[in-house]
């Protein structure tokens, strides 16, 4: 289970944040998941909330997470977003891919591979 790895970088970062700001708790955090990581929210949300069980800094932490676009780019220069909202499935497997503009599917995925933490809410 990758997603407990990942909380636990999550958390590190957290904490970080809350030390640097003086932070007495940790109101909430926001988590951005590219759709080619394959992280399912559930389990990482569920990951995040079993470490912050052990500290009381992260107690109360609200946390948001939402899945990123695709970015794509052809051989031809075009460049284009998958929405994970919508064409999520579509994506799942990479050969499919193809350039709406020249129909190639000799593209690079230039987006929507790693998992970022865009925010951090603190009470000082």
């Excluded at 909380?7 to 109101?27: D, F, M, P, R, Y």
């Excluded at 977003?81 to 230039?110: H, Q, W």
């Amino acid at each position: 289970m990758h997603e407990f790895s990942i909380a636990q970088n999550i958390c590190k970062k957290i904490l970080k944040v809350a030390e640097n700001e003086g932070a007495t708790s940790i109101e909430k955090i926001k988590i951005k998941i590219g759709i080619f990581t394959h992280i399912n929210k559930n389990q990482l949300i569920f990951c995040i909330e079993s470490i912050a069980e052990s500290k009381e800094i992260l107690e109360d932490v609200k946390i948001k997470v939402k899945k990123g676009a695709a970015k794509i780019r052809c051989k031809c220069g075009n460049f284009w977003e998958v929405d994970a909202s919508k064409d999520g499935n579509m994506i799942d497997n990479t050969r499919f891919l193809k350039c709406p503009k020249c129909n190639s599917r000799d593209v690079d995925i230039t987006g929507g591979k790693c998992v970022t933490l865009e925010s951090v809410e603190v009470e000082v």
